[in-house]
């Protein structure tokens, strides 16, 4: 799923499940490399205590997180980290975030001022 040609979710397709998973663990393993050179800011890679897990990417080198805790997922809130070395938090879920961008409730903090457009458009497949 796309939204706005910009952000990409990281969703498995049927039979492409290897794939979802190369993916993710090169997200994962971009994050181990920063950490490796001090560049994380303290943030870990999953399966880490409080590691973070790549859910989604932008299509100008954005990378989009779940911060995990001891909680559970119900807890856990999201992390941009901006191709500027930009690392924003939000306080929900996922799904409040879409739904807050895409609506202009949520500002675009690390992204570009512009995203998403006034119309935003999502993809799917």
Not at 19 to 40: E, K, Q
Not at 44 to 70: M, Q, R
């Amino acid at each position: 799923m796309t939204i706005d040609e910009f952000l990409a979710i990281l969703i498995p397709s049927p039979g492409g499940e290897r794939f979802f998973i190369s993916g993710v663990r090169r997200l994962l393993d971009l994050l181990r490399h920063r950490r490796d050179r001090g560049a994380s800011h303290g943030y870990v890679p999953y399966p880490e205590a409080h590691g973070l897990l790549p859910w989604g990417s932008s299509s100008e080198g954005d990378i989009f997180y779940w911060k995990t805790s001891d909680e559970g997922p119900d807890s856990w809130t999201i992390l941009v980290s901006g191709r500027n070395d930009d690392w924003c938090e939000f306080q929900g879920s996922l799904t409040e975030y879409l739904a807050g961008l895409v609506s202009g409730a949520v500002p675009p903090d690390g992204l570009p001022p512009d995203f998403p457009g006034r119309t935003p458009t999502v993809e799917v497949g």
